[in-house]
């Protein structure tokens, strides 16, 4: 199970909901396809995804202090389960925040909450967090970002 996140602009959100009404799967192939469009010249995506890390990520940021839930917080915009969870929608007003917290809070310093079995008791998928590689792993993911 992956994550992935999509920025959407205020005709596709329109647009995404007209879908979501006519048929989910329409509505998902719509945010894939703007998850992989180029947004400028220079940018390959609007969009990206965390893998399996997304539930590591989610873990230590709730424990720094993240006053918005970037994984599975926000606004359900349906009853349809894209994967786990049905599709959600972050607000500008919460993306803003997010950002904030993120652009002052180095991963170095999410590294104090990184406990493996903290993680594997609390049940953290992917259940890898005493591997050599799993805290790398979820570095990588926050230099995607």
């Not at 959407?8 to 703007?34: I, K, N, S, V």
């Not at 873990?59 to 915009?77: Q, S, T």
Request: glycine share 8%.
């Amino acid at each position: 199970m992956i994550a992935e996140h999509v920025r959407l602009r205020p005709h596709e959100f329109t647009e995404l909901q007209r879908l979501l009404l006519d048929g989910p799967e329409e509505a998902y192939e719509y945010a894939c396809d703007l998850q992989m469009r180029g947004e400028d010249q220079g940018v390959s995506s609007r969009g990206m995804h965390t893998d399996k890390a997304w539930a590591g990520l989610q873990h230590l940021l709730a424990k720094a202090g993240m006053p918005v839930d970037i994984v599975g917080g926000g606004e359900p915009l349906s009853d349809d389960m894209w994967g786990i969870d049905p599709p959600r929608l972050l607000t500008a007003a919460d993306v803003a925040e997010a950002s904030r917290f993120l652009d002052g809070t180095p991963f170095a310093s999410l590294t104090e909450y990184y406990d493996p079995a903290e993680l594997a008791s609390a049940g953290v998928y992917p259940g890898i967090w005493d591997q050599d590689w799993a805290l790398p792993y979820l570095r990588t993911f926050t230099e995607a970002a």
